[in-house]
């Protein structure tokens, strides 16, 4: 790539580029967090971000480097309260951490955890089974709405993912819309 093509790139306007190129991955980085955290969507994004940091990198001359936390990605409890909960939070740091992040290599390393997350907590609902037509894998349950069914759940015996593909006791129907997308997504996207 040139500089002109860089600059054109980047909003055609040498005094703007900067300025052009924040906003630019600020949206992007908006779009990832948005999405559902899976490869085929995510990598398109991150190819953009990439150009851009490659045409910004040219003009300025310098590598764009930071730091970030890095944490370990991790559901190997059994509990569906306990892993429901962990992948909240790890899935909001780990937002947070994205958008606080200043360079590509930051940006892709993020974006990979949360797809490495979305799989994990999608290997622990699933269930080898015939699924039903209507499931969107993109439409996502209110995580309120979750945590309080799973904790009817609990009252009624049901504690792990065990009890919920044994069917043991009754599992509110958002458990089992649940259970149902990420066997889906995992059997789609993995």
């Known amino acids: ?18 300025d052009f190129f924040e906003e ?13 955290s899976i490869k085929k969507l995510i990598e398109p994004k991150l190819k953009k971000i990439n150009f851009l940091f490659n045409a910004y990198q ?13 944490l370990d990605i991790n559901l190997d409890d059994d509990s569906i309260l306990n892993t429901v909960s962990t992948y909240q939070l ?4 780990l ?3 994205l958008l606080n992040a200043q360079s590509f290599h930051n940006i892709e390393y993020v974006s990979n955890a949360l797809i490495e997350l979305e799989l994990l907590y999608a290997r622990k609902w699933y269930e080898d089974t015939e699924l039903p037509k209507d499931i969107l894998v993109s439409k996502v349950i209110d995580p309120m ?5 799973i904790k009817i759940y609990a009252s009624a015996g049901g504690y792990t993912f065990d009890d919920l593909k044994k069917a043991k006791n009754y599992a509110p129907k958002s458990l ?3 259970k149902n997308r990420l066997s889906l997504l995992l059997s789609k996207y993995s």
């Open 145 to 149: 709405q979750l945590l309080y069914d």
């Open 176 to 178: 089992i819309v649940e």
């Open 24 to 36: 630019q991955v600020f949206l992007i980085k908006n779009q990832i967090i948005q999405s559902l």
């Open 1 to 18: 790539m040139s500089k002109d093509e860089a600059i054109q790139l980047l909003g055609g306007e040498l005094d703007y580029i900067e």
């Open 95 to 97: 937002k947070l951490i």
């Open 90 to 93: 790890l899935r909001n740091k």
């Open 58 to 70: 040219l003009l300025i001359g310098e590598e764009i480097t930071d730091n970030i936390e890095k």
